[in-house]
């Protein structure tokens, strides 16, 4: 879970711990008390201060590519972008979205390869029955 994108931070344990404890300070149905003590329990959750425009190094960041290539991204259109002066900027939403695409293209190339391949295997195998077949037969 990361809260808002910026420059990710770690949470440290200790921080965990102090967020732990204030946690019995909530109501049990507070959605403050839900959000802080997921971010306590997951071990990948980070804070991040809001900010308005992603940029090119931010982006990278968050898609884990380098920023020549982020930008690329923003210039070609493949992430909705905008230029501040001479600065390519983005928005947080646009940069989660190209990444969900990214992860559901990757999904459906997966499962299009394992169709293909079962294709493949049901074919070898009736090209195997009908040549034992044809052998039998011209066995007799």
């Excluded at 732990?20 to 997921?38: C, G, P, R, T, Y």
């Excluded at 499962?111 to 037969?137: C, G, P, V």
């Amino acid at each position: 879970m990361t809260l808002c994108i910026a420059e990710p931070e770690t949470i440290s344990e200790k921080d965990k711990t102090i967020v732990f404890n204030m946690l019995e300070q909530f109501d049990n149905d507070s959605a403050v008390k839900n959000v802080l003590a997921e971010l306590v329990s997951d071990p990948n959750a980070s804070i991040a201060t809001i900010q308005k425009d992603i940029t090119p190094n931010q982006a990278a960041k968050i898609l884990n590519v380098s920023r020549p290539h982020a930008t690329l991204l923003m210039k070609s259109g493949a992430i909705p972008s905008y230029k501040v002066g001479t600065n390519w900027r983005t928005t947080l939403k646009a940069v989660e979205d190209y990444a969900q695409e990214r992860e559901q293209t990757k999904l459906d190339y997966v499962a299009a390869q394992y169709s293909r391949d079962q294709d493949i295997k049901e074919a070898l195998n009736s090209t195997k029955i009908q040549a034992e077949a044809e052998r039998l037969y011209s066995e007799t």
